[in-house]
């Protein structure tokens, strides 16, 4: 099957590195070089290029930023070919070019393909094509959280199944709980918030408002209030039109109209223009009349009654005292009392609804406890699995006689799910502690590897679990940095064995001070600095016959041309040729 290889690094201006290129290869690489070289830097140059976390104190001092280049041979149809293309990423000839720039400010810069993209996808992309162990991975495998996902990601699907079924009802759990919580913490504000309204509502059906209703009755308040003026303009408007009755002499604007009229009708047929003029001015005498008969009506209804004023006065009273308190008119009245009523239904509901929450959190929390029960039961037969291969890794990595297994118990909480007949606390992904313990040798009580382990028996647990990882969650690329701390002598050279039978399915990348483990690598790169202290481009080496030897000499006895450690370091690359 053809794999993702990391193939070349190029970093500038990084720790001690000025300008260096890192050439890999498939198989096994081991980095080397003395302490303070840079050797480290690898690690936290792919780190950066895998997306994580930028720091400005990683810039060379005096550099404006640290870049990092690399280029990753992805096959087609892989998923990270595949999210690279997705991001607008463009691959060369299957090859993906992948750079991350830190400014001494702090700020980062991410691109992919050629293409800018955020440092997320970086980190979204390690997932599928290296796994990065330092000391500080080491460190997190302390942790219970770490031991419970490492469990987890070699159960594969029997877990992942369960777990996923459990976390949406855990979910689904939370946000009742939450609501619940909201409605019955705030249950005196909604009695209160349901009073208000009440009053409202009821204050507003006392009055019985109509739409428009203030409207009409402020013209009509208008109206009755200037009777007597308007009933004096309608009737001497009425007399100029119509003339007087008590003035049979007085002239008045139909007699004057309907006189023109006549004068015209007698000529009109010797001049049509004098004859359209004669029919325009008959219209406004038809007009005027109209008018003067509806002035006669408007004066005769005018009723100047004060007590119906009185009346219209105490009614825009009430309209008034409730559109100070509920809107700006009475629409807007009308529409708070809609409103207003709608939420009263849904507070006076809130009863119903916190019975019907309540039921629906009782059955999720019985339903949890029975996801929780296979939950457990996954990870207890995953566990006895896992315990089993990483225990046979150890054998191979000079701790034949340590037994590792799994402890995974739960905590009682009255407060929690049932699991087992138990109250038992319960969380994101499930009720289960899981905690991987260490026998080192027979006899020894099983213990916490946080308790139970040295260093140099963590780091070869550390790399146990990673290669029985290998077997059943591959990665293209394993980079290990100081995986042999603390180690020597048989233990060691077990673990340069060991690494150099996963390069026979993956690529690896250790960072190693023992030559015993250096022996085994397929390839040796030296990192060395210059006389002024930094490392160039010319620092980063392939080792190959006698430099190769001199190197593993240096490491073995600090001194390169000793004849005692030449003949180590040739028995020592004698062994690795003879297991390949």
């Known amino acids: 099957m053809v794999m993702s290889v990391l193939e070349e690094m190029r970093i500038r201006s990084l720790g001690v590195i000025d300008d260096a290129v890192v050439e890999l290869s498939p198989g096994f690489t081991a980095v080397t070089g003395e302490t303070g070289a840079g050797k480290t830097m690898v690690v936290t140059s792919l780190g950066l290029l895998m997306g994580g976390r930028a720091d400005a104190a990683l810039v060379r001092i005096g550099a404006k930023s640290a870049v990092v280049e ?44 050629g293409r800018s993209v955020p440092v997320g996808l970086l980190a979204e992309l390690a997932d599928d094509l290296v796994a ?19 469990l987890d990601r070699y159960a594969g699907d029997a877990v992942a199944v369960p777990l996923a079924k459990y976390s949406g009802a855990y979910r ?9 919580d909201r409605i019955t913490t705030r249950a005196r504000e909604r009695a209160q918030e349901a009073d208000m309204l009440r009053f409202g509502l009821d204050e507003i059906a006392a009055v019985e408002p109509r739409a428009g209703e203030d409207v009409e009755l402020a013209a009509e308040a208008e109206r009755l209030g200037h009777a007597e003026a308007l009933a004096s303009a309608a009737t001497v408007a009425h007399a100029a039109l119509a003339g007087n009755p008590e003035d049979p002499e ?61 009346a219209v006065e105490e009614r825009r009273a009430a309209l008034t005292a409730l559109t100070r308190k509920y809107g700006d008119d009475v629409g807007a009245v009308l529409t708070w009392a809609e409103q207003s009523a709608a939420r009263l239904l849904e507070l006076d509901g809130d009863d119903d609804r916190i019975g019907e929450l309540t039921a629906e959190r009782d059955a999720l929390r019985a339903e949890l406890g029975g996801l929780a029960q ?22 191979s990595l000079a701790m034949p006689h340590a037994r590792v297994s799994f402890e995974i118990r739960q905590t009682e909480d009255p407060e929690g799910v049932e699991v087992g007949g138990r109250s038992v606390a319960y969380g994101p992904a499930g009720c289960d502690e899981v905690e991987l313990l260490l026998a080192p040798h027979p006899g020894a009580p099983p213990r916490p590897i946080a308790k139970g382990a040295s260093g140099g028996e963590l780091s070869r647990v550390m790399l146990a679990v990673e290669v029985v990882f290998a077997g059943t969650d591959p990665v293209p690329t394993y980079l290990f940095d100081e995986v042999d701390a603390g180690v020597g002598g048989k233990a060691a050279v077990e673990i340069g064995r060991r690494l150099a039978k996963l390069a026979r399915s993956a690529q690896v990348v250790v960072v190693t001070h023992l030559p015993q483990v250096a022996a085994f690598a397929d390839r040796q790169l030296l990192v060395e600095k210059t006389n002024d202290g930094s490392v160039t481009r010319s620092g980063v080496k392939v080792l190959e016959g006698e430099e190769r030897i001199r190197e593993l000499s240096r490491m073995l006895a600090g001194q390169e041309d000793s004849q005692t450690a030449r003949a180590h370091a040739e028995e020592l690359l004698a062994t690795a040729r003879a297991d390949g």
Request: overall charge negative; charged content about 25%.
């Open 70 to 113: 690399g280029r990753i041979s992805v096959p087609d149809g892989a998923s990270a070919s595949l999210r690279a293309e997705e991001a607008g990423a463009e691959l060369d000839d299957g090859t993906l070019l992948i750079s991350r720039t830190v400014s001494a400010e702090g700020r980062s810069r991410a691109h992919l393909g």
């Open 132 to 150: 990065v162990h330092g000391q500080t991975d080491q460190q997190g495998l302390l942790k219970l959280s770490r031991q419970r996902q490492a």
């Open 172 to 180: 689904r759990l939370r946000a009742i709980t939450t609501e619940l």
């Open 250 to 310: 007085g002239i008045d604007a139909t007699t004057l109209v309907a006189g023109a009229h006549r004068a015209l009708e007698a000529v009109r047929s010797h001049d049509a223009a004098l004859g359209a003029l004669a029919g325009r001015i008959g219209e406004i005498g038809i007009l005027l009349g109209d008018v003067a008969g509806e002035l006669a009506g408007y004066a005769d209804d005018l009723d100047a009654d004060p007590l119906r004023l009185a």
């Open 374 to 395: 296979a939950l457990t039961d996954a990870r207890t037969e995953a566990a006895e699995r896992f315990a089993a291969a990483v225990t046979a890794e150890l054998a």
